[in-house]
């Protein structure tokens, strides 16, 4: 083994993507620091890729027992925005292609916003359909958050270029003229809901940024709207802005 360079070593890394690749066994035996460090580091990635590899196949049960059913078309679909005080509910509907792998995804609270956004754009790009559903604030004041969800998702499905013949929703059951799952945390359970979970997050984020500059007083580029301390104290001292939702408390109890 001597005769390879830690660099040459590091390359050939690269290359390898299983634990039982004769390259792993060959430098083993190597008892340079560096080497044993590379092979290391490749080892816990391989197991990393692993785990996420299996989570992956576990989330797909939904869509693969649908698919051995004769389903083709299915859409997941989540909603972001229930709870803040400010800006839209926004719904997300997902029918992703057969061979979609995108290992790593999850339910979007659980990534970092640049995992998010990464993700965002690899499922924008791969996905048969994306359909999305706002409710502005007005609307939601009007009709309560419930409700307005509702319609977020019902719109989600609607706005979608191509219609599904299956629903996964995460935790909301809805009036549609096909068949559908509602899965309790679905979110983090199915593919399909975990890629709108991740479409509606990214929207609405990006909205709240751009709200930001209008009412700067409120920093929803920080807090996208939730009730953050700072929020609050904002709140207080300039009053509520057109995107806040009236009906909601303390918002409620200030007009």
Do not use: W
Not at 32 to 49: C, D, F, N, W, Y
Not at 81 to 92: E, H, M, S, T
Not at 107 to 128: F, G, H, N, P, W
Not at 245 to 250: G, V
């Amino acid at each position: 083994m001597e005769t390879y360079t830690i660099k040459e070593i590091a390359v050939e890394l690269e290359q390898v993507n299983s634990l039982n690749d004769p390259f792993l066994r060959k430098i083993k035996k190597d008892e340079r620091k560096g080497v044993q460090s590379l092979m290391k580091k490749k080892i816990e990635a391989l197991k990393k890729a692993e785990i996420e590899r299996q989570h992956f196949i576990e989330m797909m049960k939904y869509e693969r027992d649908l698919k051995a059913e004769g389903f083709n078309l299915i859409a997941g679909i989540d909603e972001v925005g229930r709870g803040p005080l400010a800006g839209p509910v926004i719904a997300a509907a997902v029918i992703l292609p057969d061979a979609f792998y995108l290992p790593g995804i999850n339910d979007s609270k659980q990534l970092t916003e640049q995992k998010r956004e990464e993700y965002y754009e690899i499922i924008m790009k791969e996905a048969v359909s994306v359909g999305i559903g706002i409710i502005t604030a007005g609307e939601i004041d009007q009709i309560n958050i419930y409700e307005a969800t509702k319609k977020a998702m019902n719109l989600a499905i609607n706005n979608s270029s191509t219609f599904p013949d299956y629903c996964l929703i995460d935790a909301m059951k809805l009036t549609l003229p096909i068949p559908q799952t509602s899965i309790v945390k679905g979110d983090a359970k199915s593919v399909s809901i975990a890629a709108a979970s991740i479409v509606a997050k990214v929207t609405r984020d990006r909205m709240m940024k751009e709200y930001s500059n209008q009412y700067p007083y409120y920093h929803f580029e920080k807090n996208m709207g939730y009730g953050t301390k700072e929020h609050l104290v904002s709140l207080n001292t300039y009053g509520p802005c057109p995107i806040h939702r009236k009906t909601f408390a303390p918002i409620k109890d200030m007009l």
